[in-house]
């Protein structure tokens, strides 16, 4: 994507935040007030600037201001990305009052006039509604939608060019843009590849065990970088 940020409306058919809930615990204003969904234009607007400054990846953005004032808030929560589901089965209805009280109460906790900036444990839980659920049954329900007039078309999550992630050290870099801010120190560069250069190659696991035992603990608090990499390894140990 070359301009950024994007129309308010294409980021809600990539994104969406799901509120896990019961009757007893519904999602209110005030909770997404407390939600990571907060939106902070000027925020935005001097991150993109960093980026096209310091990052190779992104040196020719354009960023986009008529997109950013109009769709964008200058702070409040982001409109459209927040659905709620409303579990009816009786022990999923309990474990999702749950994690709503755990989500409000710790927020509760957390907003407060010292601190502006609300840390949120993730959780989770299965889709016990769904648990049953099979690829040939979503294609069924898919397939039933487009019958009945309901749903002009499907929207399937992929193209026609499966992404690669041997030795494209720039996926990794886009995928945690916090971990590597500048562009650069992802896996598998193929500049490691050239001997003439002083260098020499890293194997995808020597390296990320390197970043899991550096002093800065960013790379082993994040909080997905350790299991989609894990998971990764063992896809190619196995292929």
Not at 148 to 162: A, T
Not at 198 to 219: M, N, P, Q, W
Not at 220 to 235: D, E, G, L, R, T
């Amino acid at each position: 994507m070359s301009v950024l940020p994007p129309p308010i409306n294409v980021l809600c058919n990539e994104v969406a935040v799901i509120f896990v809930t019961s009757t007893e615990n519904p999602v209110t204003a005030e909770i997404l007030e407390k939600s990571p969904l907060l939106v902070h234009r000027h925020c935005i607007m001097h991150t993109l600037e960093w980026l096209k400054s310091n990052n190779p990846i992104y040196k020719d953005i354009i960023i986009d201001h008529e997109t950013l004032n109009h769709d964008y808030p200058a702070n409040g929560p982001a409109l459209g990305f927040a659905t709620t589901e409303i579990l009816n089965n009786s022990s999923a209805n309990s474990e999702g009052t749950t994690y709503a009280n755990y989500v409000s109460e710790s927020n509760d906790a957390a907003c407060t006039d010292e601190e502006p900036f609300i840390s949120m444990s993730p959780s989770g839980m299965l889709d016990t509604d769904q648990v049953t659920s099979t690829f040939k049954m979503h294609k069924l329900e898919a397939l039933q939608l487009l019958k009945s007039g309901k749903s002009p078309f499907v929207k399937f999550g992929s193209g026609n060019q499966p992404l690669k992630t041997s030795w494209s050290p720039e996926v990794w870099c886009l995928l945690w843009l916090t971990l590597f801010p500048y562009g650069i120190g992802s896996f598998e560069d193929p500049v490691r590849r050239t001997p003439l250069l002083g260098v020499r190659e890293i194997k995808l696991k020597a390296h990320v065990r390197h970043y899991l035992s550096l002093k800065d603990t960013h790379f082993q608090k994040h909080v997905c970088f350790p299991f989609v990499m894990m998971n990764v390894i063992q896809q190619r140990t196995t292929s």
